[in-house]
């Protein structure tokens, strides 16, 4: 009895610390993953072709088995009685992307209901491959697994400055595939060449239609949705600025809006001509994608209600005026056969007309700090009867070298209650905002939280970020780049020094006309504590020279990261020196010292003109540059 008990309690053990192993190889975790005795034992087979936009994941696989000892062949037809066999079965009763994964000593068999299933559960199982190869064997095992939400994406903002190269592009949307994200999007204003509007995008290497054409077929043969995005009533200032579209504007000359004096970013609903733009913008843009949805965005209209609308919006309501041209604009939409999808911010603020929204339209719920509402927020769309999604944010922007504890937990957030009111999609949204300083690879830790947690919540939320960053982004197999770019994005921590939707490096820079000793922000900081941060982001750096990231951007991410890092250590160097001054300006700092200052941020922009061209197309540099340049004429 005893014997019979040790052995059962031998073999538990083995298969408990083999499940575990093989799972530290598998993002996103699938939801159930049984480890059993044996392993594949085959030494031929065939791998039978069901769709050829598997093609990519099942050669990535007859290679790993290679590598492993097993040779294979690949038939286009479903072979039968075969001994040795590798096969894909179609089996109708399976959900769209669910899959069962099953290896056994004699075949690996994967049963799906659809392409994507297929193609999820080929991904897994090449994750599975990097396993045995390591360990010399194929596991045997059975996974039953489906995504949390059936819409996972993620946004990348190419209108503040920064446009992506084709390459970029392309290679990012190979390593999101990898993660079964499904759905790209590209934040437009003014960085589609839409043919009669040179004006607008003539600075700003623009995608063009041929691009789009390109990265849509290659996304789809991924099973990604590259949807196509393009604002269409507020954050149109890259339009109205020019004298040929100002007249569109709600507002012409700066007024009084929530967010201080503003003007010229607002379309007004007033104009017949906002309208008539949209439509010709709609029809030269969603030709070129397939998709069936397409966002308008219309957020953020901070100057409806203000200038031409002020009366209407006081005789119907501001919430009605913006119903009113949203629907406007939908119609259009329409047209086109697309779902219109569209950032529900400004209607959250009139919540007795979510009721009103026609139901097949998407709600994009967005909000980017950690105590985010989205529990509340979920309800009032879900009890409305609209599709929606959560859309949380890598917390990058307006930071340098990220903001990571918040950016988890807002993740998180979103996540948790987005499955809790049935949401339909996860938008992980990386934005650029004033100069988009921060480079790509900030936002890695974040794209693999999030993507983890769109496809399994509930055993994702304590995975191990900064491991799986190295792991399935940089493949660096010291685990060192991924511990980096998670310790530099919690590095504004060590300041003591909170700021809202930024961090303190890039405040200290954008308010160093303030002085530190009473600006609201800026008076949280003490010298020896930047002292102290300055020193940690050093070592992240010298940490960074063991990493051996093999990853296909491993040069320019260890370029990238480093001057981002001495762009921090410059804004607390600033901050030191200005704590030591007795008003806390600037100007009170030594002509010697800010002399060095000078020099050093010279330096950063030559460097960051060097290091964008890696990743991204000169338009839009210039004005990033700009916004560096008015950094040092503060020092000036």
């Not at 610390?17 to 159930?32: A, G, I, T, V």
């Amino acid at each position: 009895m005893y014997k019979i008990l040790s052995i059962c309690l031998i073999f538990f053990i083995s298969v408990n610390m083999s499940s575990q192993k093989l799972q530290e190889y598998l993002l996103p975790l699938p939801k159930k993953i049984i480890v059993k005795e044996g392993k594949l034992s085959i030494r031929n087979g065939y791998l039978n072709l069901p769709h050829n936009q598997l093609i990519g994941q099942t050669l990535l696989l007859q290679n790993s088995l290679f590598k492993t000892g097993i040779k294979t062949q690949i038939s286009p037809f479903q072979l039968f009685n075969q001994s040795e066999t590798i096969q894909f079965i179609n089996d109708y009763t399976i959900a769209d992307q669910e899959y069962q994964l099953t290896i056994n000593p004699e075949a690996i068999t994967i049963k799906s209901g659809s392409d994507a299933g297929f193609y999820y559960a080929l991904v897994t199982l090449n994750q599975i491959g990097f396993y045995a190869q390591k360990t010399g064997f194929w596991p045997c095992v059975e996974i039953i697994d489906k995504p949390d939400f059936p819409r996972r994406g993620i946004m990348l903002d190419i209108s503040r400055d920064k446009v992506p190269t084709m390459h970029t592009l392309m290679s990012l949307i190979d390593q999101l595939a990898g993660l079964k994200i499904n759905e790209i999007q590209l934040y437009t204003e003014h960085t589609f060449a839409y043919k009669n509007h040179e004006m607008v995008w003539k600075d700003a290497s623009p995608m063009t239609p041929q691009e789009i054409q390109t990265l849509d077929k290659y996304c789809k043969e991924r099973f990604i949705d590259l949807v196509p995005n393009q604002n269409s009533f507020g954050h149109m200032n890259r339009w109205l600025k020019h004298p040929e579209y100002t007249h569109l504007a709600e507002l012409e000359e700066p007024g009084k809006t929530i967010w201080g004096m503003r003007s010229k970013n607002t379309l007004s609903p007033m104009e017949e001509g906002s309208l008539e733009l949209m439509q010709e913008l709609y029809a030269e843009l969603l030709p070129n994608f397939s998709s069936k949805y397409f966002n308008i965005g219309c957020d953020e209209t901070v100057e409806l209600g203000v200038g031409k609308s002020k009366g209407l919006c006081k005789e119907t309501g501001k919430g009605q005026v913006y119903l009113n041209y949203l629907l406007e604009l939908k119609k259009e939409v329409d047209k086109y056969g697309r779902t219109t999808q569209f950032w529900g911010d400004i209607i959250l603020n009139h919540p007795e007309l979510i009721s009103e929204l026609p139901k097949d339209m998407v709600a994009l719920i967005w909000g980017y700090e950690a105590n985010h509402p989205f529990d509340k927020q979920c309800k009032q769309f879900a009890e409305a009867g609209l599709d929606y999604y959560v859309c949380p944010g890598t917390s990058s922007w307006l930071t340098i070298i990220g903001r990571n504890k918040n950016a988890f937990a807002n993740l998180l957030n979103a996540a948790e209650n987005g499955k809790r009111h049935n949401a339909k999609g996860y938008l992980i949204t990386d934005w650029g905002d004033h100069g988009h300083w921060q480079p790509l690879s900030v936002s890695y830790p974040s794209f693999i939280y999030g993507a983890a947690l769109s496809w399994n919540v509930s055993d994702s939320k304590d995975m191990d970020i900064a491991k799986a960053t190295s792991q399935f982004l940089l493949l660096d197999e010291t685990d060192i780049a991924g511990k980096v770019l998670v310790n530099l994005g919690n590095a504004y921590l060590k300041t003591g020094a909170i700021t809202d939707n930024s961090n303190i490096f890039y405040q200290l820079l954008r308010r160093n006309n303030h002085s530190i000793k009473t600006d609201r922000w800026l008076k949280q900081i003490y010298a020896e504590k930047l002292a102290r941060t300055k020193n940690f982001i050093n070592d992240q750096i010298e940490l960074l020279g063991n990493a051996q990231i093999s990853s296909y951007d491993s040069n320019t991410v260890k370029q990238e990261i480093q001057l981002a890092a001495k762009l921090a250590i410059h804004a607390c160097d600033v901050g030191i020196a200005k704590s030591q001054t007795h008003e806390g300006y600037f100007k009170d700092i030594s002509l010697h010292k800010q002399k060095e200052f000078i020099d050093t941020l010279d330096y950063i922009i030559m460097k960051h003109q060097t290091i964008w061209m890696l990743r991204n197309r000169k338009g839009g540099l210039e004005d990033s540059v700009t916004k560096l340049e008015n950094i040092k004429k503060s020092y000036e």
